[in-house]
Nanobody, 124 residues
């Protein structure tokens, strides 16, 4: 599956952005889908993951209550709604697809297909 992330940009503290991840080649219904982020000099961080069937979600602690991951299989697209943005959310955000078994759906090692990143900058 090929993934194309979009929707990044510049936002003010407290603002919102919605990232989109459009898939092609295969249906995302076959995959758990996730969003990750990375800043220079730091390890890639898992932001949010949604299971293949959509019944389970995982969020990194700092984004709980502010970010929402969703999937629309008919459009082969995954979204990340980001509200109440903070300067520490500034990063390059990546979407990815996982073939892991359900109990490991949120583990990074299961993510086998990655999109190019989209940059999010939050000004203070």
């Amino acid at each position: 599956v090929q993934l194309q992330a979009s929707g990044g940009g510049l936002a003010q503290t407290g603002g919102s952005l919605r990232l989109s991840c459009a898939a092609s080649g295969r249906s995302i219904s076959n995959y758990h889908m996730g969003w990750f982020r990375q800043v220079p000099g730091k390890e890639r961080e898992t932001v949010a993951v949604i299971s293949r069937g959509g019944q389970s979600t995982f969020y990194e602690d700092s984004v709980k209550g502010r970010f929402t991951i969703s999937r629309y299989n008919l459009k082969n697209t995954v979204y990340l709604q980001m509200n109440s943005l903070r300067p520490e959310d500034t990063a390059v955000y990546y979407c990815a697809a996982s073939t892991a078994i359900h109990q490991n759906y949120y583990r990074q090692e299961g993510f086998v297909s990655w999109g190019q990143g989209t940059r999010v900058t939050v000004s203070s």
